[in-house]
């Protein structure tokens, strides 16, 4: 007997079942699968009762359609059958609280209006497009007068600059830098100090007409595979070399 299977043996074998706790364990197996029937048969009712409301609504003069507040779930198989008939879906409100979906036909999508109202669980109907269409003029009149505010104040400033350059005349300084730095440049500018930097033409430069690559695309094709061939090669010379060594290794080392 070896360590491990003395290790083994000292350890306490797992509890057995009791016929009990099996009978338990069997029946909420089968209350979990229950429930999963159950959910599955309700999506299916779903999915049927969300295919005929899509049928009718195809045939009537409406322009959307609202769903009651669902979950997830349920929105998600709303979206799908939405998309397979060629309808545009959306989903308003808070989740878990009011979250619900809207059907509409694609030669009558929401405007920007709607979907902000509806956003803002306004709803929508007839007297909340006027109250938006309103606030909408508002906004749209309130930035161009802001803008055209901005513009005017911006022209009479730059005016106004011009006119005080005018006025002034030419700015000129009121001190000379040559006499104030003088003890550290000299009285005369030091041409010798402030010449002209030049490239160095013998280190660091390289005309651009030697860095193109002037293969075409076959010989660097060809370039390439025959560095690769020579790579495979060099590494087959390796390991033979390798198992050369070993093979006299070994007979070296046999009686």
Same mark, same amino acid.
């Given at each position: 007997?070896?360590?491990?299977?003395?290790?083994?043996?000292?350890?306490?074998?797992?509890?057995?079942?009791?016929?009990?706790?099996?009978?338990?364990?069997?029946?909420?197996?089968?209350?979990?699968?229950?429930?999963?029937?159950?959910?599955?048969?309700?999506?299916?009712?779903?999915?049927?009762?969300?295919?005929?409301?899509?049928?009718?609504?195809?045939?009537?003069?409406?322009?959307?359609?609202?769903?009651?507040?669902?979950?997830?779930?349920?929105?998600?198989?709303?979206?799908?059958?939405?998309?397979?008939?060629?309808?545009?879906?959306?989903?308003?409100?808070?989740?878990?609280?009011?979250?619900?979906?809207?059907?509409?036909?694609?030669?009558?999508?929401?405007?920007?209006?709607?979907?902000?109202?509806?956003?803002?669980?306004?709803?929508?109907?007839?007297?909340?497009?006027?109250?938006?269409?309103?606030?909408? =003029?508002? $906004? *749209? #009149? %309130?930035? +161009?007068?802001?803008?055209?505010?901005?513009?005017?104040?911006?022209?009479?400033?730059? &005016? !106004?600059?011009?006119?005080?350059?005018?006025?002034?005349?030419?700015?000129?300084?009121?001190?000379?830098?040559?006499?104030?730095?003088?003890?550290?440049?000299?009285?005369?500018?030091?041409?010798?100090?402030?010449?002209?930097?030049?490239?160095?033409?013998?280190?660091?430069?390289?005309?651009?007409?030697?860095?193109?690559?002037?293969?075409?695309?076959?010989?660097?094709?060809?370039?390439?595979?025959?560095?690769? =061939?020579? $790579? *495979? #090669? %060099?590494? +087959?010379?390796?390991?033979?070399?390798?198992?050369?060594?070993?093979?006299?290794?070994? &007979? !070296?080392?046999?009686?």
């Amino acid at each position: 007997m070896d360590l491990l299977d003395s290790i083994l043996n000292a350890m306490d074998a797992p509890p057995a079942n009791n016929e009990q706790q099996k009978t338990l364990i069997k029946k909420q197996r089968e209350m979990m699968e229950r429930m999963q029937n159950k959910q599955k048969e309700e999506l299916l009712r779903f999915r049927k009762y969300v295919d005929e409301r899509m049928a009718r609504f195809a045939k009537d003069d409406r322009q959307c359609i609202e769903f009651q507040p669902l979950d997830k779930v349920h929105r998600s198989v709303i979206h799908e059958i939405a998309e397979n008939g060629g309808f545009i879906a959306m989903s308003f409100g808070r989740e878990d609280v009011d979250r619900h979906s809207v059907v509409y036909k694609k030669e009558h999508a929401p405007g920007e209006d709607e979907v902000t109202a509806r956003r803002n669980g306004d709803g929508w109907n007839a007297e909340i497009a006027k109250e938006y269409a309103e606030r909408r =003029r508002e $906004r *749209l #009149a %309130q930035e +161009q007068s802001d803008k055209e505010a901005s513009t005017s104040e911006a022209a009479n400033c730059a &005016s !106004s600059s011009a006119a005080g350059d005018q006025d002034t005349g030419e700015i000129k300084p009121t001190t000379n830098y040559k006499a104030k730095y003088a003890h550290l440049i000299g009285e005369s500018a030091a041409l010798q100090a402030a010449r002209k930097t030049e490239t160095n033409q013998s280190y660091g430069f390289v005309p651009s007409k030697n860095k193109k690559d002037m293969r075409s695309i076959e010989q660097t094709l060809a370039d390439i595979q025959a560095k690769k =061939r020579l $790579r *495979l #090669a %060099q590494q +087959q010379e390796l390991e033979q070399e390798q198992e050369h060594q070993q093979e006299a290794t070994t &007979s !070296s080392g046999d009686p």
